[in-house]
């Protein structure tokens, strides 16, 4: 939108969006000195166990105490890929009883593995969901179980600490990929991404999900397989990048999508019915849509959350990004109805226009998750390019009809010329939680994270 566009550009323009500050207000947003090393609200955590030492953060889940879980693929001494898991105490610094100094690793008998789809927490018990490479060709996925104080635990099914599945669709190619993890009310674990058929640019959704035990759950998908595989004969390529579990049992994804005979990517929406099956959200299997002004570019869906609206479904409020001209990637908000592929044009600024709001600055800028903040709106993290300069986090918030806020803060971790890749957001009683990457130096990669404050004036909800 415009309006949001024109807000941001001035904030910039005037020097309100510099690293570590918040703009509008003194607390909101601000930087929690009380949280982090050295009170900065920030944490850096090294693993740097050989190899590239090239870290990367994937994803977070915050515990019940306010620690905060970040997990993501890591190298061993021999440079080898492994999934690495780290916690932070409720003030920001890393406990050093979790794991090892801190950090806790899949044992190299589980072979090499990469942390793609995230992390999510089932009790007292931590699922990092990704991908196992068995050979250069052969990929499948695969989740890992921790306990909370970084110990591995084994599934009942297997008496391993990872369990993995393959799909093959295509007699040549497997390579399956998640980008989201989710766990059900009765503790099944959900993960959605993509499976290539017959080469790399030829993929279906993909939806796997896992019995408490770690076997393959087969009261869903096709052939009560366990997994569930979605395209139709209009679409080449489809990747699931996030998935999240409806409080009605279905089980919704984003990501993108291209149309046969299509030069771009289209943003996706999938949902499934509890046992697996498509629900449809509008007269084809697949929400497909570009925003107005990106029809002919990318767009794409990286971020998901839902919430309870009318007729016992919920409402999807999915962020990412849409290219709007030449190069340039927008930022991208957008709200549809539950039971529908339709925008809630009450969500657009407050002018019940379009559904939709996109912000523009720099050479790029992308909303990569969304979390909700009970009454208020939706808070996202973004990675930002400014102009001739590399990313850093961007977070922000949109009220529940479309308007955005002045909260906006600027994270940077890295030096002067070193970019800083944001996983995910989350909203925790009084704070935000943000989780990434911060390049160091050369390929060398480190997690980081975050706590801005939130709502410290009216913390009782009363505010209007």
């Given amino acids: 939108m415009v309006a949001n566009t024109t807000m941001f550009r001035t904030l910039l323009a005037c020097g309100l969006l510099q690293a570590g500050f918040a703009a509008a207000t003194p607390l909101d947003g601000a930087l929690d000195t009380n949280w982090g090393v050295l009170s900065s609200g920030k944490s850096p955590i090294s693993f740097d166990y050989g190899g590239t030492m090239s870290d990367f953060a994937s994803g977070s889940v915050i515990g019940p105490d306010g620690s905060m879980y970040i997990s993501g693929t890591v190298r061993d001494a021999n440079g080898v890929a492994r999934m690495g898991v780290t916690r932070l105490l409720p003030n920001g610094l890393i406990d050093d009883n979790f794991g090892t100094d801190g950090r806790a690793m899949t044992q190299t008998s589980q072979g090499e593995l990469f942390n793609t789809a995230g992390i999510a927490m089932r009790g007292n018990s931590l699922l990092v969901g990704g991908y196992k490479k068995t050979t250069a060709d052969n990929w499948d996925f695969v989740v890992c179980a921790f306990s909370t104080g970084g110990v591995p635990l084994l599934f009942n099914s297997t008496l391993t600490s990872c369990v993995s599945a393959s799909i093959e669709p295509g007699p040549s190619l497997s390579r399956d990929i998640p980008y989201g993890i989710a766990v059900q009310p009765d503790g099944k674990i959900v993960m959605a991404g993509t499976t290539a058929v017959a ?101 794409e869906l990286l971020g998901l959350a839902l919430v309870p609206g009318g007729g016992g479904e919920d409402d999807m409020i999915t962020v990412g990004y849409a290219q709007m001209s030449g190069t340039v990637h927008s930022a991208l908000i957008a709200k549809r109805r539950g039971s529908t592929c339709a925008y809630d044009a009450s969500f657009s600024g407050g002018d019940g226009t379009n559904g939709y709001a996109t912000v523009t600055a720099g050479d790029s800028l992308g909303f990569h998750s969304v979390a909700v903040q009970p009454n208020v709106g939706y808070v996202v993290a973004a990675n930002y390019t400014p102009t001739g300069g590399d990313s850093d986090w961007l977070v922000g918030r949109y009220y529940l009809d479309g308007t955005s806020d002045f909260l906006l803060t600027q994270i940077d971790f890295g030096n002067i010329h070193q970019s800083d890749v944001v996983a995910d957001v989350h909203v925790f009683h009084d704070g935000i939680y943000v989780a990434g990457s911060w390049l160091k130096s050369g390929v060398n990669y480190d997690f980081g994270a975050a706590r801005l404050l939130l709502d410290q004036i009216f913390a009782d909800g009363f505010d209007g």
């Fill in 199 to 299: 080469n790399v640019s030829d993929t279906y959704a993909a939806f796997m999900r896992f019995e408490t035990s770690g076997a393959l759950d087969h009261s869903f998908g096709l052939s009560n397989s366990g997994i569930q595989l979605m395209r139709t004969n209009n679409f080449i390529r489809h990747q699931i990048n996030a998935v999240a579990i409806a409080s009605n049992g279905k089980i919704v994804g984003v990501g993108k999508t291209d149309v046969v005979g299509g030069n771009d990517s289209s943003a996706l929406i999938v949902r499934l019915e509890a046992d697996g099956t498509v629900d449809q959200l509008s007269q084809s299997d697949e929400c497909v849509f570009e925003v107005d002004g990106s029809n002919s570019r990318d767009t």
